[in-house]
């Protein structure tokens, strides 16, 4: 079933065209990735499929029963609706299992704690995750979504892959996070010089696919490069006369020149490394010394008791739920933040380089040039010439970070801190940086969601447990949660009937369990077969049609806190059955 059709879409500004004479459609169950070099216009051809912005020319025709929800980047707030209102402000006609699958969201997106604050007061990361459960919720055929994974912890990140996977929702998202892409999607799409490339595939499939198309341009290349040399031969020796004729070589020229520096930049773009042209600033010594630091805000812990000697060459990631504590722990490095308790001591020879987690404004009157004045680096990290004297606050919010990071990285720092790093920057920049961080000398802690990066880059994790714990695990975070998952199945192993076997002689051992625990162990028999009882009780009022919209409600929060308890209980369960079989 064909949802949307676009014919000969075009949106350009001045004599720029962020979208040129494309064609494509969507149907079902299609989950399609569009990516892009910030600043290409995949933002701008969300706005064009959803009609916030004119186009230039050609048609975009939508389906007309089918119900899509947008999750997109900048939000007008209505400061006097509650959380809770705008979230459960649904119609009468609303299909029943919303309210159901709203809670779910709530629960899993950590919303419940400001439900019943205004919509102003929220910071835009809450914002951001409010947002999502809304339209998760909003029983879609249809998700376009605009990079859904940023202001998502770890946590909150793999839950919505596994939605994504689970739903049978057509999507149409910007994403970076190429976990994601591998596991979700099953289209991806590059934008690129206003054309799109369509790959059906996951990211790993795109990636061969890519390479190849790759190779086959480099060939057109030189072939270009020929011919550009052989008309640039003429031009230079073409007689005054004939005059007509000169005209047009004199124009064929300027369009082969105009083709070869378009696919000279794009090919220099794909295969850029970042590689700082100064001298490297070596560390000696004492590097980074943090003992037994305690940090409170009122009766919230952050840190409890932490110690950690920082060695050369180490590189640090970390992890947490969103508000435990990350960003605090960093400032405090820092010394933007003040301890409670302990000390923080930084060698002589480091010199930081802090890349902070903020909104970045340029002043209106700073070119590229002005803030990294050294060309050559500029076009390593992707700026090239024709853009260099561009202000820079009319940069993309991708381009300002890849600047703003460019602008700590010139200053050779040899212990980088950063803060997010990866948020709004494309595959080709997070490329580029992964390259240079490899092949860094010097430490580096890094607090990221982006779980690929965190894979390539970082040696191990401090992991934020909450209530001031962070514990220090040795591996990857793909090796962590593998651990993690590891533990979890043992201590749920399948419910599965007990088949008669051969009976084994009897053991002069004591049973496993306590009589205390055996007790335990037969209460929760009894809470499990009561609390699914009343599941099923609330699932049949749930269907029927006679039941009160705001007795919906109330089911939908009493569901979402009896399966959270449940989940508990049945944990317990299967620790105790596991010992006492």
């Given at each position: ?435 240079f961080l490899s092949n860094y000398k010097g430490c580096l802690i890094v607090v990221s969601h982006d779980r690929f990066f965190m894979d390539k880059i970082v040696d191990h994790i401090f992991v934020f447990e909450g209530e001031g714990v962070i514990n220090d695990f040795r591996w990857t975070y793909s090796q962590y949660k593998s651990a993690q998952e590891e533990k979890l199945k043992k201590g749920k192993k ?88």
């Amino acid at each position: 079933m064909q949802y949307l059709k676009v014919t000969n879409l075009t949106k350009s500004y001045t004599d720029k065209s962020l979208v040129d004479h494309v064609d494509f459609t969507i149907t079902k169950n299609q989950k399609i990735a569009l990516i892009a070099k910030n600043g290409a216009g995949k933002t701008t051809l969300l706005k064009l499929l959803m009609k916030e912005i004119d186009l230039t020319d050609g048609e975009i025709d939508w389906r007309e029963d089918i119900k899509i929800w947008y999750l997109w980047q900048e939000y007008k707030l209505d400061k006097h609706v509650t959380v809770r209102d705008f979230l459960f402000d649904f119609d009468t006609n609303a299909n029943r299992e919303q309210e159901v699958e709203l809670n779910i969201s709530v629960d899993k997106l950590r919303i419940k704690s400001y439900l019943g604050q205004t919509m102003d007061t929220l910071s835009w990361g809450e914002a951001k995750r409010v947002m999502l459960a809304k339209v998760l919720a909003g029983n879609p055929s249809m998700l376009v979504l605009d990079e859904p994974t940023n202001h998502l912890d770890l946590d909150m990140i793999e839950w919505l892959e596994r939605y994504l996977k689970k739903h049978h929702i057509t999507l149409f998202m910007v994403t970076h996070d190429r976990y994601f892409l591998e596991r979700v999607c099953t289209d991806i799409w590059e934008l690129e010089r206003g054309k799109i490339h369509q790959y059906t595939g996951n990211y790993s499939y795109f990636l061969e696919k890519k390479a190849i198309r790759e190779e086959n341009e480099k060939i057109e290349m030189h072939k270009l490069h020929q011919l550009f040399k052989k008309e640039l031969a003429w031009i230079r020796r073409a007689p005054q006369g004939r005059q007509t004729k000169a005209t047009f070589r004199e124009k064929r020229f300027s369009d082969i020149e105009e083709k070869f520096d378009t696919k000279r930049d794009v090919r220099f773009s794909e295969s850029a490394k970042l590689e700082l042209g100064v001298e490297e600033r070596r560390l000696w010594g004492k590097i980074l010394h943090i003992k037994n630091i305690q940090k409170s805000f009122d009766t919230k812990k952050i840190v409890n008791d932490f110690s950690h000697e920082c060695r050369h060459g180490e590189r640090i990631g970390i992890i947490g739920k969103n508000g435990v504590g990350k960003s605090t722990f960093i400032n405090m490095i820092m010394g933007q933040e003040t301890l409670d308790k302990g000390t923080i001591e930084a060698g002589e020879s480091v010199v930081f380089g802090y890349y902070e987690q903020k909104q970045i404004d340029f002043p209106t009157d700073k070119r590229l040039i002005d803030i990294v004045p050294d060309p050559k680096l500029l076009e390593k990290f992707l700026f090239f010439p024709k853009q260099q004297h561009q202000f820079a606050h009319s940069l993309s919010g991708g381009e300002k970070r890849r600047l703003y990071m460019l602008a700590i990285l010139q200053k050779n720092p040899n212990f980088l801190i950063m803060d997010e790093p990866t948020n709004d920057l494309d595959l080709i920049t997070l490329g580029v940086l992964e390259d240079f961080l490899s092949n860094y000398k010097g430490c580096l802690i890094v607090v990221s969601h982006d779980r690929f990066f965190m894979d390539k880059i970082v040696d191990h994790i401090f992991v934020f447990e909450g209530e001031g714990v962070i514990n220090d695990f040795r591996w990857t975070y793909s090796q962590y949660k593998s651990a993690q998952e590891e533990k979890l199945k043992k201590g749920k192993k399948e419910n599965k009937p007990l088949a008669k076997q051969v009976e084994a002689p009897l053991s002069d051992k004591p049973k496993k369990l306590s009589y205390m625990e055996q007790r335990e162990l037969d209460q929760l028999s009894k809470d499990i077969q009561t609390l699914e009882k009343r599941k099923d009780e609330i699932q049949i009022l749930f269907n029927d049609p006679n039941c009160p919209f705001d007795d919906i409600k109330k089911l939908g929060i009493e569901l979402s806190t009896l399966i959270k308890h449940l989940e508990i209980k049945e944990g317990r369960w299967f620790e105790l059955i596991e010992r006492a079989w």
